[in-house]
């Protein structure tokens, strides 16, 4: 079995920063393009950053300059720094990963976890 994590949500204030980590563990045989989604309510899920094996990274319009992706690759982790926090990027923040197991080549995906941006 194949496992995705997230840690890191919670409450914080209009400019305020958060800082999300997901962990993958399981019997995986390679870790390929990682990346954090996130859904709001009454609206589509919608991609917010990806980041490949080899660091090559993508974001939306709407995080640009604000949100940074990483990886560890030792520790099967994907991270998604959060500064100058707004209102509108509440929503739950869910992690993604394409990889290879002994299942086969599959997208996982986490839990999700709640990022709420309010005085």
């Known amino acids: 079995q194949v496992h995705l994590v997230e840690s890191g949500g919670g409450l914080v204030q209009p400019g305020g920063s958060l800082r999300l980590s997901c962990v993958a563990s399981g019997s995986i045989f390679s870790i390929y393009t990682m990346g954090w989604y996130r859904q709001a309510p009454g609206k589509q899920r919608e991609l917010v950053a990806t980041?490949?094996?080899?660091?090559?990274?993508n974001y939306a319009d709407s995080v640009k300059g604000r949100f940074t992706i990483s990886r560890d690759n030792a520790k099967n982790t994907v991270y998604l720094q959060m500064n100058s926090l707004k209102p509108e990027d509440t929503a739950v923040y869910y992690c993604n990963a394409h990889m290879r197991s002994v299942s086969g080549e599959y997208d996982y995906w986490g839990q999700g976890t709640q990022v709420t941006v309010s005085s």
């Open positions: 980041i490949t094996s080899f660091r090559r990274t």
